[in-house]
């Protein structure tokens, strides 16, 4: 998917065939044996992976997931798509992406403290505040980089906080990065459906993925009047016409850690939420969830991507056809987490702290600022939303390369 859409927007920027590859292959793409000793007793080894895309702008930045189905050519396709949303949001970073090929749900806190320990090691040679900045993403938290942090500084002997983001603010995360994504994305839902004249109040919405980004999107829109009408996560949905109660929900999850049987509503699946009719439609949760199966039967007027490859590239083309359907692209749409990323490596790096205030008020104004470059751009070129996004993101990683020449 991520090759396809970078070759699809190369040739709408006239990108000589040369230039291409140097700007569409990784830097870098490290894979490490990661072995942990289980509770049992027993040695088990899990593959590890690490893709940093290019260190034009600066040092790369991206995510490290826990999950089974992780492996080396999603993680690159992740650190591309990285690549070219921190350039759309002039953040001075390359892209990266990580993960361990495991299943943080059966493990234990000593398993997974072990796991991530190890991991850290494998890949410190190619980490550092000024070389590669891991951060959370899918099965994984400020935990997890609290631990990564503590192994990183205990190599180096010193405290090394600016070696990851999203941390737990005590050891120099920044406040607001944990709810950043969610912020951004209910930021970016309204500022569409303020283009498209819906009133926010009033408006309904469905969340597919009731996790970190979800939850936070759907209670910030619900502060805005927007009724929540359902939402889901991998166990199944819950929907109810006039509106779901979020706090009662958030209850419910806290004790049971899933939306299913939540008595405030009624049980609905994953594909069926997705075709709801709604104003706003959040996908929220794994890539390919927006296909060309059900690409023409949305009922949304917006489409808010706050999941990283939503949308498969043969649903995006049925999507750029449909008038009716205002697209905001992955690149764009949660890239309030990578923003807020930025702000708490710029503090570690000053030792100087924002407050929750100048943190969310400086993540509004960079995402204002790419949303009404993107619009321009899609109306002016008369491109799709996603088309004028990667084409804003690739065009700026180009004409670096271009400015600082090849090393011979």
């Given at each position: 998917?991520?090759?396809?859409?970078?070759?699809?927007?190369?040739?709408?920027?006239?990108?000589?065939?040369?230039?291409?590859?140097?700007?569409?292959?990784?830097?870098?793409a490290?894979?490490?044996?990661v072995?942990?000793?289980?509770?049992?007793?027993?040695?088990?080894?899990?593959?590890g992976y690490?893709?940093?895309?290019?260190?034009?702008?600066?040092?790369?930045?991206?995510?490290?997931?826990?999950?089974p189905?992780?492996t080396?050519?999603?993680?690159?396709?992740?650190?591309?798509?990285?690549?070219w949303?921190?350039?759309?949001?002039g953040?001075?970073?390359?892209?990266?992406?990580?993960?361990?090929a495991?299943?943080?749900?059966?493990?234990?806190?000593?398993?997974?403290?072990?796991l991530t320990?190890?991991?850290?090691?494998?890949i410190?040679?190619?980490?550092?505040?000024q070389?590669?900045?891991?951060?959370?993403?899918?099965?994984?938290n400020?935990?997890?980089?609290?631990?990564m942090?503590?192994t990183?500084?205990t190599?180096?002997?010193?405290?090394?906080p600016?070696?990851?983001?999203?941390?737990?603010?005590?050891?120099?995360?920044?406040?607001?990065?944990?709810?950043?994504?969610?912020?951004?994305?209910?930021?970016?839902?309204?500022?569409?459906?303020?283009?498209?004249?819906?009133?926010?109040?009033?408006a309904?919405?469905?969340?597919?993925?009731?996790?970190?980004?979800?939850?936070v999107?759907?209670?910030?829109?619900?502060?805005?009047?927007?009724?929540?009408?359902?939402?889901?996560?991998?166990?199944?949905?819950?929907?109810?016409?006039k509106?779901?109660?979020?706090?009662?929900?958030?209850?419910h999850v806290?004790?049971?850690?899933?939306v299913v049987?939540?008595?405030?509503?009624?049980?609905?699946?994953?594909?069926?939420?997705?075709?709801?009719?709604?104003?706003?439609?959040?996908?929220?949760?794994?890539?390919?969830?927006?296909?060309?199966?059900n690409?023409?039967?949305?009922?949304c007027r917006?489409?808010?991507?706050?999941?990283?490859?939503?949308?498969?590239?043969?649903?995006d083309?049925?999507?750029?056809?449909?008038?009716?359907?205002?697209v905001?692209p992955?690149?764009?749409?949660?890239?309030?987490?990578?923003?807020v990323?930025?702000f708490?490596?710029?503090q570690?790096?000053?030792?100087f702290?924002?407050?929750?205030?100048?943190?969310?008020?400086?993540?509004?104004?960079?995402l204002e600022?790419?949303?009404?470059?993107?619009?321009?751009?899609?109306?002016?070129?008369?491109?799709s939303?996603?088309?004028?996004?990667?084409?804003?993101?690739i065009?700026?990683?180009?004409?670096a390369?271009?400015?600082?020449?090849?090393?011979?």
């Open positions: 998917m991520a090759c396809e859409q970078y070759d699809l927007v190369a040739d709408f920027l006239e990108m000589p065939v040369c230039d291409r590859e140097r700007v569409k292959l990784p830097k870098r490290i894979t490490v044996a072995p942990v000793q289980r509770d049992d007793g027993c040695t088990e080894v899990f593959m690490r893709v940093q895309h290019h260190l034009t702008l600066g040092p790369t930045k991206g995510g490290i997931r826990y999950h189905e992780v080396l050519g999603e993680v690159a396709a992740l650190a591309m798509w990285m690549s949303k921190c350039a759309l949001m953040l001075p970073y390359g892209g990266a992406k990580g993960g361990v495991c299943d943080p749900g059966k493990l234990s806190r000593g398993e997974l403290e072990r320990r190890r991991f850290t090691q494998e410190i040679p190619f980490v550092g505040p070389m590669d900045i891991p951060a959370p993403d899918l099965g994984t400020e935990q997890v980089m609290a631990w942090m503590d990183y500084s190599y180096q002997g010193h405290s090394v600016g070696v990851v983001t999203g941390k737990p603010v005590l050891l120099g995360g920044s406040v607001g990065r944990r709810e950043a994504t969610g912020r951004g994305v209910a930021f970016l839902a309204n500022r569409a459906m303020d283009t498209l004249g819906i009133p926010s109040a009033g309904t919405a469905v969340v597919q993925g009731y996790g970190n980004v979800g939850s999107t759907a209670s910030n829109l619900a502060r805005f009047g927007t009724r929540i009408v359902a939402v889901s996560d991998v166990r199944g949905g819950v929907y109810h016409e509106g779901l109660d979020l706090r009662r929900l958030d209850d806290a004790r049971h850690r899933t049987g939540f008595d405030g509503g009624e049980s609905i699946g994953n594909e069926e939420l997705l075709l709801l009719p709604c104003d706003l439609l959040v996908p929220a949760a794994m890539e390919r969830q927006i296909t060309e199966e690409a023409a039967k949305l009922r917006v489409l808010a991507e706050g999941a990283n490859g939503p949308t498969t590239p043969a649903a083309r049925l999507l750029a056809s449909r008038s009716d359907v205002f905001i992955d690149i764009l749409c949660n890239a309030g987490g990578v923003v990323s930025y708490e490596w710029v570690d790096l000053q030792s702290f924002w407050g929750e205030t100048e943190v969310t008020d400086r993540l509004y104004r960079l600022n790419a949303f009404s470059q993107t619009l321009k751009f899609s109306r002016e070129r008369r491109v939303m996603r088309t004028a996004a990667l084409a804003l993101g065009e700026r990683v180009w004409k390369k271009q400015l600082r020449g090849l090393f011979p």
